[in-house]
DNA sequence: TCTTGACTTGGAGTTAACTCCAAGTTGTAG
DNA sequence: CTACAACTTGGAGTTAACTCCAAGTCAAGA
């Protein structure tokens, strides 16, 4: 698979894919005899982790931290255990946050549509604002 | 109710309390004679906004043009409504995404622990990361 | 009143994560 | 064999969101 298809089927530039070779968030990709890159399934799924872990906002360095460990072989096993559990809990924690920010948006939301729907406000923004977020 | 104090209340530093004012995502904040900020409840629960937002991954700009329509008044609830429309959207997405990169940590995470409490790699990591995720 | 520490401003600097560029190489279609 | 698009590299540039700094002002205690 060439640069370009792995780009159209994640939605990625090459410029990013190349980046996280380079920086180490992928390990080294296969290449044609020519040096070009020709990813293959194994590529792919670093790829495919790369992008779902750092959608989830895992630092680029920490995916770089798990690839040093895993090239490093068995060894380091309960070392790359924590690392995930740590990523696990950082990614529960900001999931709270989105909940929460979820819930004000509704209210807000809910506010906002009973003005327009009855055309009064029958409360004051800045109260709103004020007393409940 | 002083700048540290807020800063204290929402573990956040004075310099990103003046950023958040200069910048425009949260209004000016009343003052002393001298000066001197003094967060009233409606400055803070502007700040607690921000906070919220932000944390949520909602950007800057987004934040900056919610206090700029509100300030225009009523003519801007559509707008408004319009806009935390689209930032709940956005914050879904986000939220499906760490639920997805949730998955594929408690996959891996399961997979080295079963490693670690038996001492014996039945699969190999390659394999894992290639076929599995 | 003096000191001392927290506050003020505008502007410059930093960080993470890309994103772009120039100059050169590869590979496919005609 | 020749174009020509797509690829390669190292390195520089950009963006968002802070973060720090210098020079000066304010306010509470001795």
Redesign the pocket.
Known sequence: M????VCEKYDI????L???E?VG?IPE?T???????DYQETDIAWVENAICF?DAGM???MLIEYVKLYQEGDSTIDARTNLLKEAREAILEARKKYDIALEKLDYKIGRYEIAQKTGVLTWTCDEDDKKKG
């Open positions: 060439t640069i370009k298809e530039t090459a410029d990013t190349r980046y996280y380079r968030v990709v290449r044609t005899p020519g040096g070009i890159r750092r630092p680029v360095e």
